[in-house]
């Protein structure tokens, strides 16, 4: 079992930015590939970002393509999502998850482990 942590929400006003970071337990973060997806109220869970194992390629929802970047660093069994110019739309809760064995998909269903979220509210 992975216990994914999310970290770094809270409210910023629209054109702000915030870093959210994602601390996995174990000793194994390197073998995953991990994503973040975000969740509106009322609305469906949707991809956000996703990185390869090594870090060495990401994807991005055109959404949040040139205001996003996903990042981590397995020395700290930890993945980032830095976001920058947010708009009052993002607000949503923000999921880490972790990928066993595909490469970062868009997919909900592809990942096997999920934190519990942090809330990202932009005031407009």
């Known amino acids: 079992q992975v216990q994914l942590t999310e970290s770094g929400g809270g409210l910023v006003q629209a054109g702000g930015s915030l870093r959210l970071s994602c601390g996995a337990s174990?000793?194994?973060?390197?073998?995953?590939?991990m994503g973040w997806f975000r969740q509106a109220p009322g609305k469906e869970r949707e991809f956000v970002a996703a990185i390869r194992r090594s870090g060495d390629t990401a994807y991005y929802a055109d959404f949040v393509k040139g205001r996003s970047t996903i990042s981590r660093d397995n020395a700290k069994n930890t993945v980032y999502l830095q976001m920058i110019r947010l708009k009052p739309e993002d607000t949503a809760v923000y999921y880490c998850?972790?990928?066993?064995?595909?490469?970062?998909?868009?997919?909900?269903?592809?990942?096997?482990?999920w934190g519990q979220g942090t809330q990202v509210t932009v005031s407009s």
């Open positions: 174990g000793s194994t973060f390197s073998r995953y590939a």
């Open positions: 998850a972790a990928d066993l064995y595909g490469a970062g998909s868009q997919r909900e269903s592809e990942y096997e482990f």
